[in-house]
């Protein structure tokens, strides 16, 4: 009975909807005793004792002024139940709920759900700022088929092209994509556009990959690029001594501010010749001579860097493993070892 008295004043509550002047609700002797619900023209439902663990209040549309409540169209249903408080929506009537005369929550008929928006396209639909709190530090946001709680937000993707999309081309002033943190991606990563590194960049191997020249629409073409255990640039040419044997290469006006420790290389082209330095670099330019004149030179100069940033962030050559990652391998394949001996694996599958 307890259930029944809240179903009539939560239809007390909603009787400003039923526009009428005055709800009357009165027995309904042909049928059991149930309550009608009236007005002076309508006779909008009834409510009933269907289950004995609870009461249902019908909502209908279309019905006589002195039927028994039960013949017009449904619309609507509020029932309680032994084990739940339900809400129904019948006859492709969808659900609504109104804060200050605006839609602010809307159920349609094939279950979408929506927030804001009286037209959601998906089954929950938000239009407007969100907020995902947490109820704890281990709470997290999964989307799609998963129970992994290794990060704050988890989506698992199996049957789309992509597991997240940003598009976001023309925001103003700011990036698609922030991440403050570092960051691990495990797997092939496409990048299509350019890409700036304002740290230092570490590598397993590096090349570039073109189309090839001879057969692009069949071939790629790979180089290496040139390592070193230096932070070394390399600067090359070729030039030609005059009549006597001399040739003055000029380097970058930079040269000798970004770099220190200079090296030569210098080939006689077309000739056996003798070609020495003859004056090492001064002022951004340094001197060459052949024994014989008017001989084609090929010179490679290469210098270490020497600005501020290297000065900084020099490279070591050979460091220690941290302690967590000893007996952990960067490309374990390399040496007949399984995934499981990935350092990147296993900081994956790190729970913190």
């Not at 039923?18 to 009357?24: D, G, H, M, P, W």
């Not at 704890?136 to 704050?152: C, H, L």
């Not at 590096?206 to 057969?215: A, E, M, Q, Y």
């Amino acid at each position: 009975m307890k259930k029944l008295i809240l179903a009539l004043y939560l239809l007390f509550g909603a009787s400003q909807f039923l526009q009428a002047q005055s709800i009357t609700l009165q027995p309904n002797t042909g049928n059991n005793g149930n309550l009608l619900i009236k007005s002076t023209s309508f006779t909008y439902g009834n409510v009933s004792t269907s289950d004995a663990g609870g009461a249902d209040l019908f909502f209908r549309r279309s019905e006589p002024a002195n039927d028994v409540g039960a013949t017009g169209t449904l619309v609507g249903a509020i029932s309680t139940r032994s084990d739940k408080f339900q809400i129904n929506a019948y006859d492709n009537h969808y659900l609504n709920f109104y804060v200050n005369s605006r839609n602010a929550f809307r159920i349609l008929t094939n279950g979408y759900t929506g927030v804001n928006t009286t037209v959601p396209s998906r089954f929950f639909h938000v239009k407007g700022s969100t907020i995902l709190s947490e109820t704890s530090d281990s709470a997290n946001v999964q989307i799609g088929t998963t129970t992994s709680n290794f990060a704050k937000l988890v989506v698992s993707s199996s049957g789309f092209p992509n597991g997240v999309f940003i598009d976001a081309l023309n925001t103003g002033g700011g990036h698609a994509l922030n991440v403050n943190g570092s960051t691990n991606l495990n797997g092939t990563t496409f990048i299509s556009g350019s890409l700036a590194v304002s740290g230092s960049l570490s590598k397993g191997s590096g090349s570039f990959k073109i189309d090839h020249p001879l057969d692009p629409e069949n071939k790629y073409l790979y180089h290496s690029f040139v390592e070193s255990p230096d932070m070394m640039n390399v600067y090359n040419g070729n030039t030609t001594t005059d009549k006597k044997g001399y040739a003055t290469i000029t380097l970058p006006d930079y040269f000798e501010a970004l770099n220190t420790d200079f090296r030569y290389q210098l080939t006689a082209i077309g000739t056996f010749t003798q070609v020495i330095v003859c004056e090492k670099v001064q002022h951004n330019q340094f001197k060459i001579k052949t024994k014989k004149p008017n001989v084609e030179v090929s010179w490679q100069v290469t210098g270490i860097r020497n600005d501020a940033f290297a000065k900084q962030n020099r490279i070591p050559n050979t460091v220690e493993k941290p302690a967590e990652e000893k007996g952990l391998y960067l490309h374990p394949a390399a040496f007949d070892l399984p995934p499981s001996k990935n350092v990147l694996n296993a900081k994956k599958n790190t729970v913190n």
